[in-house]
């Protein structure tokens, strides 16, 4: 069972051919603004890497969100055009669950990762990554609200604090990550899309 | 050599396959035009995502009408540039992936390009040719010499041609998109508003928003007063100057560069004044004069299946680091 994970949410773009618990290539860059010339590139690599076939994958995995609007439509185009080429189905992998199942915390885990101006997306979930808060755009009052309440492990993208609380930077383990979302629910390849979270702007001015 | 072709530069998913650059097989288009009515013009996000829900789906349609499997294609050609870069980008990185999982060569194209070959899939081109761009971005006069080279002789100062258009008919109340309007009210209309010549000069550039602001200021003047505009007039007198300096500028292009052919190309092509007055002037001329169906003048991903062709044949292949780039010029000077 050969797992390809694709991450261009973020800042950093992440490729990654997994088999059960091996690593078969990992390509992870941080690379602001440059997702669009190399996220494809890096998935060739990867397979070229692990002398693996582009056939040969079984399941395609790819974050969509939330997180960069642009980011996260490259790697979601990516996906669905190489499911519908080589005709599987595509596991949709959340930026924000992504965070807490790398961190892994025998504890209530926030996932926090900064949107525009001073929002957040977040999310809140137990040991066993069950959402307790769903995942949502909000604001930084909203966010130490929620701190205030579960007084959860905060997971982000880097070493940062939100008013009293401290953010710890969780690089992400992907093999963790695909072996949770290996038998979870896959979208049809037409039918995967971003998990935006926010409205495009002229439609919340329209509201 | 069977072209997938792929063009999502603004509002439209177009997907075609296309036949050593003449023969259009089967195109597949979807288009948000009704989408973006409601805002006066195309919103950017919006645009990417409706391109992102639909492109899979249009890549199915075009496989499954066109009888096609993706082996029987031989190389994948796609837009790279000019145009909203969010929805550039969601065809480029299809292209990218199909040439990832295939193996098949993948092929970068300007869109300028694609339209002035939008009247290859009409009628081979001629060369020498001068080609006359017209769009709402861009307004050009282009040399060539033979295929895929393009050499620009002159061009817009300000806005492009279609974008005037839009505006005037925007402060005349009409509907979105105001081009096919204004062109179809100027028909019902007379030259009675006096409005300065756009650029009636000895270059070969072109320079619109002069006379849009006339419109502009005009109709408010009108209105502080309390009188109507005459839309139909106003059209009629807009249209008549914009066509007359186009048309003279293009024929003395054709003239000094000793072109006997004329292709007309981009979306402001589909404009019947515009046509009938160069068809006219080649005429009189004896200049071979072409000009896309209306179906090729808007942005179709057949353009870009014939343009392909020939940046094949001229080694225009790309890597799978391909960009997409909102602003390019492909013109060699």
């Known amino acids: 069972m050969i797992s390809l994970f694709i991450d261009t949410s973020l800042v950093n773009v992440s490729i990654s051919l997994i088999k059960d618990n091996d690593v078969l290539s990992l390509i992870s860059e941080d690379m602001p603004n440059m997702h669009s010339i190399y996220a494809t590139k890096f998935v060739k690599d990867a397979l070229d890497n692990a002398g693996i076939d582009a056939n040969q994958v079984d399941n395609i995995m790819v974050v969509n969100g939330p997180g960069s609007f642009t980011g996260v439509r490259i790697g979601v185009t990516i996906a669905k055009t190489y499911g519908f080429l080589i005709n599987k189905y595509i596991t949709p992998v959340s930026s924000l669950k992504s965070l807490a199942i790398s961190a892994h915390k025998d504890e209530i885990m926030m996932s926090l990762i900064p949107a525009n101006k001073s929002n957040y997306y977040v999310s809140i979930y137990d040991k066993d990554y069950n959402e307790i808060v769903e995942e949502q755009f909000a604001s930084r009052d909203t966010v130490i609200q929620l701190c205030d309440k579960y007084n959860p492990y905060i997971v982000g993208v880097d070493t940062s604090v939100i008013g009293k609380y401290k953010i710890n930077k969780q690089k992400l383990d992907i093999v963790r990550i695909v072996n949770y979302y290996i038998d979870k629910e896959k979208v049809n390849y037409y039918k995967i899309l971003p998990n935006y979270l926010k409205l495009p702007q002229a439609l919340e001015d329209k509201k | 050599m069977y072209i997938l072709a792929i063009e999502s530069s603004c509002d439209e998913m177009s997907m075609s396959i296309v036949k050593d650059g003449v023969e259009e097989i089967c195109t597949v ?102 080609a006359l761009v017209v769009s709402g971005g861009h307004t050009d006069l282009v040399y060539m010499g033979r295929d895929y080279s393009f050499k620009r002789i002159g061009s817009t100062l300000d806005d492009a041609i279609g974008e005037a258009y839009d505006k005037v008919a925007k402060v005349c109340g009409l509907s979105y998109p105001g081009g096919p309007v204004v062109d179809k009210l100027a028909k019902l209309g007379k030259d009675t508003y006096d409005l300065p010549y756009p650029l009636d000069d000895d270059s070969y550039d072109f320079s619109f928003s002069g006379i849009k602001s ?19 007039d106003m059209c009629t007198s807009f249209q008549n100057r914009v066509v007359k300096v186009v048309v003279k500028k293009t024929m003395r292009a054709l003239k000094e560069y000793k072109a006997n052919n004329l292709v007309l190309a981009g979306g402001v092509a589909a404009n019947s004044y515009l046509r009938n007055e160069l068809s006219e002037a080649c005429k009189r001329e004896n200049i071979n004069f072409g000009y896309p169906r209306i179906a090729y003048c808007t942005d179709n991903a057949a353009m870009i299946g014939s343009a392909a062709y020939y940046a094949y044949k001229n080694g225009k292949i790309a890597d799978l680091t391909l960009n997409a780039v909102a602003v390019e010029s492909f013109y060699n000077e």
């Open chain 2, 29 to 130: 288009t979807n288009t948000q035009i009704d989408i973006h009515k409601e805002f006066g013009g195309v919103v950017p996000e919006i645009a990417s995502r409706s391109h992102i829900e639909n492109v899979t789906i249009v890549l199915d349609e075009l496989l499954q009408r066109s009888g096609f499997t993706i082996d029987k294609i031989d190389a994948i050609g796609v837009t790279y540039g000019p145009g909203l870069i969010g929805s550039l980008m969601i065809g480029v990185q299809c292209a990218k992936t199909i040439s990832l999982v295939t193996g098949k060569p993948l092929i970068p194209v300007h869109h300028i390009a694609g339209h002035i070959y939008a009247n290859n899939l009409e009628k081979r081109l001629e060369f020498p040719l001068i």
């Open chain 2, 214 to 232: 006339a419109v502009v200021n005009l109709v408010h003047n009108e209105s502080q007063r309390g009188n109507a505009i005459r839309v139909e």
